[in-house]
């Protein structure tokens, strides 16, 4: 899609993805602070897409603390008017070129239900002509919320 355009985020865009996550459910919406120091000290791992000047996407993303091949993927969103173009895959690619390229292989949670995120990762994998492994990890009655849906741990690689 002609326009987009990307960067690392700075402190002055965490409000805005404050409020991109707010209008995305099923994510879980962490505070706006949350959102201020990711953009500011994780901004290296963490990447925007804007078209017409307005923001269309976000990853946040951090080196796993004890495997340092691994990039943890924690949040992706694309705007709802612009999904399933591609967006999130070009984000991920830009972001592990630039900001990550001692990644080998990424991590990341997506909870059953969540077909649109599941299939991004394993279009992702394809893509990349590795394979997705998934397992147990974070179960039900880990959470605070009652309501809230296990995580399974999707491990991609190696790239
Ligand atoms: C998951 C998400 C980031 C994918 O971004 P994207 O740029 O639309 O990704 P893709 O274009 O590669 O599409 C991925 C899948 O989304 C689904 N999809 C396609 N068009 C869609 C649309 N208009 N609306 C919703 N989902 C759509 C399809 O299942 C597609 O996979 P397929 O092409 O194999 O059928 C995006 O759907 C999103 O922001 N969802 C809400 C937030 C979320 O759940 N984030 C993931 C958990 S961290």
Redesign the pocket.
Known sequence: MKALSFRQPGLKDGRAVYELIKN?P??DLNSCYCYLLLCDHFSKTCILTEYRSQLAGFISSYRHPEKQDTLFVW????HKDM???????QMLDRLISEGAPWASYIETT?TPS????L??FQ?FAEMHETSCRTMRYMTKDLFCDDSHEEEILLRIGPL
């Open positions: 995305s099923p994510l949040q992706v969103v694309v999904r399933g173009r591609r967006i999130a895959g997506v969540n077909d649109s995120s299939r991004f279009n």
